[in-house]
Nanobody, 124 residues
């Protein structure tokens, strides 16, 4: 069982930056990722990283967001730059129950552990 706790959300203006953190209760080699859900919309994958450090990004955040992992601290990060109002959502950290390889690592069904989420609000 892995417990995940997100932090770092907040309110920023368009063009601003935020860094989200996700502290895991234990080290996991399995894939981890960030997902988000805006009001009235389905949850969507934002970025994932596997045990070998291979990353995948949603097209909407490529070039603006960077996912990284500090294995020594059991912490996952999401650096978000050039934020837009459409990035406003609740952001969730997730971890898979075991490592996997897939052409669609942003699919939330691969992930069995979830944090409670942290709100990100971007104003214009």
């Amino acid at each position: 069982q892995v417990q995940l706790v997100e932090s770092g959300g907040g309110s920023v203006q368009t063009g601003g930056s935020l860094r989200l953190s996700c502290a895991a209760s234990a080290y996991t080699y399995a894939n981890m990722g960030w997902f988000r859900q805006a009001p009235g919309k389905e949850r969507e994958g934002v970025a994932t990283i596997d045990g070998d450090g291979i990353t995948t990004y949603a097209d909407s955040v490529k070039g603006r967001f960077t996912i990284s992992k500090d294995n020594a601290k059991n912490t996952l990060y999401l650096q978000m730059n050039s934020l837009k109002p459409e990035d406003t959502a609740k952001y969730y950290c997730a971890a898979a129950r075991s490592a996997f390889r897939s052409r669609w690592p942003l699919n939330e069904h691969f992930y069995g552990y979830w944090g409670q989420g942290t709100q990100v609000t971007v104003s214009s």
